[in-house]
């Protein structure tokens, strides 16, 4: 059976070395290529099909958020696992807002890294012990600026968040299409989103649903 097909992104010589030798020793995980830069990491996706790619955050080419989008674009099923030497709020908020399933910082374990990309293989998220507390802040600072939403409007952010259109939350609900959209409506302004996907990552990161 193949292992976790991993692409590794950084131009940093030693980091490409200590990365691979780490991973290589997980029986698990099999190093699928290396990518110098943004632009040949986003030409490799296709051809290599990697299940995870760790994305280091510093790249000559591209920056951070614009990498993250253009991986998001191409819709490649690949898992961001983003590594950073830092653990600053923005640079944490600019990877996790870009799509990142996981961030670990340079000095985390071995055992961290691999069982990040383990995780991250299986669909779940990680993140370094050194960025929870960030993550925690960050999500009670975001609850704090959100409107109190009604138990109706729970109902709905319930359902939305499960992919349900408007319709079917209708009939779940036992409500009229129009008084759904009303209640979507409601929930966007008070979530400060313009969008289904955006009210589902927020209602979810912040511990709403």
């Known amino acids: 059976m193949s292992g976790i097909r991993v692409l590794l992104v950084s131009d940093a010589p030693a980091l490409q070395i200590g990365l691979r030798t780490l991973l290589e020793q997980a029986p698990d995980i099999e190093i699928a290529g290396i990518a110098e830069s943004g632009r040949e990491a986003l030409g490799q996706l296709d051809t290599l099909q990697p299940d995870v790619l760790i994305l280091n955050c510093q790249l000559p080419d591209m920056s951070r958020a614009e990498t993250l989008a253009a991986i998001q674009a191409k819709g490649a099923p690949s898992r961001v696992l983003a590594l950073s030497a830092c653990s600053d709020k923005r640079c944490l908020r600019q990877m996790l807002e870009g799509g990142a399933a996981g961030y670990l910082l340079h000095a985390d374990t071995q055992e961290m890294l691999a069982a990040a990309v383990q995780a991250l293989a299986q669909g779940k998220e990680w993140f370094?012990?050194?960025?929870?507390?960030?993550?925690?802040?960050?999500a009670r600072d975001e609850r704090q600026q959100i409107g109190p939403l009604?138990?109706?409007?729970?109902?709905?952010?319930?359902?939305?968040?499960?992919?349900?259109?408007?319709?079917?939350?209708?009939?779940?609900?036992?409500?009229?299409?129009?008084?759904v959209e009303k209640h979507v409506a409601d929930i966007f302004a008070k979530l400060g989103v313009a969008s289904r996907v955006e009210a589902a990552v927020r209602a979810?990161?912040?511990?709403?649903?």
């Open 128 to 138: 370094s012990p050194g960025v929870m507390d960030r993550i925690a802040d960050w």
């Open 204 to 209: 979810v990161r912040t511990g709403l649903v």
């Open 150 to 179: 009604t138990a109706r409007e729970m109902d709905v952010l319930r359902l939305l968040v499960e992919g349900k259109t408007n319709h079917e939350i209708g009939r779940a609900l036992a409500i009229s299409e129009k008084t």
